[in-house]
């Protein structure tokens, strides 16, 4: 009787074919990036319509709309994490008005919170400004807004103030709260991506890297999860140098 050959197979990836996977991911998520574009280019017109109050269907846009927002606000930072590892992220660093950023930030989500009923408060010297990159911390900030809306019973409060020498942002609801082993094992969630683990964390992942990206006299910025705070429930909080 003949025997069939064992198979082998070669598990050693090459450095090259490495590189080669990652900009060909790299390359898809920027074509899904863009395609979501228009697609949400659409819906703000659908949406910015006289007669879109009136279509039965109004609430759901209002939802299918953000959802699209938040996977596109995926894709750009799946991206911005690549460009950062690979060392060709256009860092931009310029003095922001803090009450401006975080008003902007409120009008993106202001149809979402009041279909929801949840009050959002923005507390912020209108006289602050800070040195970031405007684009990276907004994605943070952003990332921050989208948990408390899952999890707040009906606030959340946004404060901007210094203290030491840094700029603390702090996003606080008042929901339940963290786990309480979220925040035992917030170091482990900064390290990134452990899909054996079943943890893709890409959220809090990229928040770490633009946190340590933000430098200055020698300190970088970092990211801290609370319980309690002003309302009683979670609290996410950046400081930037």
């Given amino acids: 009787m003949m025997q069939l050959a064992e198979s082998k197979y070669d598990t050693e990836i090459s450095p090259a ?25 659409g819906l703000e017109k659908t949406l910015g319509s006289p007669e879109a109050g009136k279509l039965s269907t109004y609430s759901e846009l209002i939802q299918v709309n ?4 938040r996977i596109h606000n995926q894709l750009v930072q799946l991206l911005a994490v690549y460009k950062l590892g690979q060392k060709i992220y256009p ?50 900030i952003g990332n921050a807004i989208n948990n408390a ?46 899909f054996h683990e079943g943890n893709t964390g890409l959220g809090f ?15 970088a910025g970092e990211l801290e999860l609370q319980n309690g705070g002003s309302l009683g429930g979670a609290c996410f909080i950046l400081r930037l140098p």
């Fill in 17 to 41: 074919s490495i590189e080669s996977a990652d900009n060909f991911l790299a390359s898809s998520v920027h074509d899904m990036k863009n395609s979501v574009t228009l697609l949400l280019s």
């Fill in 66 to 69: 953000h959802e699209a927002k």
């Fill in 91 to 140: 860092f931009d660093p310029q003095y922001i008005c803090l009450a401006d950023f975080l008003s902007a930030l409120n009008d993106q989500y202001a149809g979402l919170l009041r279909m929801h009923d949840i009050a959002l408060e923005i507390n912020a010297d209108p006289d602050l400004y800070w040195y970031f990159d405007e684009d990276l911390v907004s994605g943070v």
């Fill in 149 to 194: 809306m899952r999890y707040t019973r009906d606030r959340i409060v946004i404060g901007a103030e210094e203290s030491d020498k840094k700029l603390v942002l702090r996003i606080e609801d008042n929901g339940n709260g963290y786990p309480c082993q979220f925040i035992r094992q917030q170091d482990n969630l900064a390290q990134g991506v452990n």
């Fill in 205 to 219: 992942y990229f928040s770490t890297l633009v946190a340590r990206m933000h430098r200055n006299h020698g300190c």
